[in-house]
């Protein structure tokens, strides 16, 4: 049996709570993967889309994108675009970037934002993923 205390604390330096204490305790049954806010995704110029500010949760992580930024991406195909963690030599999340790539596989460590069509020279259309709708429950509970 393990004991887990979080924030931990090895009583010489201050409590640091790691990545990887959020990705084992707010896993997908706990937290999924979703997009709460932004990430639009829209044509660029040429074969670049524009990817707006926005909130989301991966593998229990918070991720914002506080600027718009462009990715490349590829002509004549259909462009599958991804939020992604990126990993330190401990694989500890440390970072984040996107990724586009025309196989429509997740890539480790993911989430799917969006599917654009592109044809030789130009983003032809855009599909987004739809955000998750949080709802707040309240449940009250009569005891007699």
């Known amino acids: ?3 887990i205390l979080i924030p931990r604390s090895d009583s010489v330096s201050a409590k640091v709570i790691e ?3 959020f990705e084992e305790l707010f ?8 997009v709460q806010s932004g990430f639009t995704v829209s044509a660029g110029s040429g074969l670049a ?15 914002y994108h506080s600027a718009q930024s462009s990715l490349s991406v590829t002509a ?6 991804y939020a992604k963690l990126s990993r330190d030599g401990n ?20 989430i799917k934002i969006a599917t654009c069509v592109v044809s030789g ?5 855009v599909d987004q993923v739809h955000q998750l709708m949080l709802v707040q ?3 009250k509970i009569h005891i007699h």
């Open 49 to 63: 889309v524009n990817i707006a500010t926005g909130k989301l949760r991966l593998k229990g992580l918070f991720v």
């Open 1 to 3: 049996m393990s004991k």
């Open 121 to 125: 020279s130009a983003v032809t259309s």
């Open 19 to 21: 990545p990887s204490d």
């Open 76 to 81: 004549s195909n259909t462009n599958h675009i």
């Open 27 to 34: 896993s997908n049954d706990v937290i999924r993967d979703y």
């Open 137 to 139: 429950v309240v449940v």
């Open 91 to 110: 694989s500890e999340a440390e970072s984040w970037t996107f990724e586009a790539n025309t196989t429509g596989n997740a890539p480790s460590d993911s």
